[in-house]
Nanobody, 124 residues
Framework: QVQLVESGGGLVQAGGSLRLSCAAS????????MGWFRQAPGKEREFVAT????????DYTDSVKGRFTISRDNAKNTVYLQMNSLKPEDTAVYYC?????????????????WGQGTQVTVSA
C-alpha cells in the first residue's frame, strides 16, 4: 500500500502561482510513477501531469503545457506540481496518484493509489 497526502492548495488570483506537494508513505516511493489529476465541479476527473520513477520522463495535458511542471524528490518521497500563470479554468480539486509501474500514464484507471485531494481556486 501507498498512502498519499496532498498539500499546497488554496485561493490565488489569475496569473498567480501555487506549488502542490504530495507526500508518500508505505511502499518504496521510487518504484512508482506518479501523476496529478484534477476534478472541477460537475466534471469528470482528468489527467494533468505524470512523471516516471526517475523523474526523467514527464507528460502533460495540453492545457497546462508551458505553465505547470511536475517533479519529484525520491529522497523525500514527495512529488510536486508547480503551477504558474494560473487561470480560473484551473479551479478544481487536485489529486495525487501512484501506479504500480515505473512509467507514467495519463489514464486514471492505470493508477492504484490516490490521495484525498487539495482544493485550488483561481479567481478572475
Amino acid at each position: 500500500q501507498v498512502q498519499l497526502v496532498e498539500s499546497g492548495g488554496g485561493l490565488v488570483q489569475a496569473g498567480g502561482s501555487l506549488r502542490l506537494s504530495c507526500a508518500a508513505s508505505g511502499r518504496t516511493f521510487s518504484n512508482h510513477a506518479m501523476g496529478w489529476f484534477r476534478q472541477a465541479p460537475g466534471k469528470e476527473r482528468e489527467f494533468v501531469a505524470t512523471i516516471s520513477w526517475s523523474g526523467r520522463s514527464t507528460d502533460y495535458t495540453d492545457s497546462v503545457k508551458g505553465r505547470f511542471t511536475i517533479s519529484r524528490d525520491n529522497a523525500k518521497n514527495t512529488v510536486y506540481l508547480q503551477m504558474n500563470s494560473l487561470k480560473p479554468e484551473d479551479t478544481a480539486v487536485y489529486y495525487c496518484a501512484a501506479r504500480d509501474s515505473a512509467w507514467g500514464d495519463s489514464r486514471l484507471k492505470e493508477y492504484n493509489y490516490w490521495g484525498q485531494g487539495t482544493q485550488v481556486t483561481v479567481s478572475a
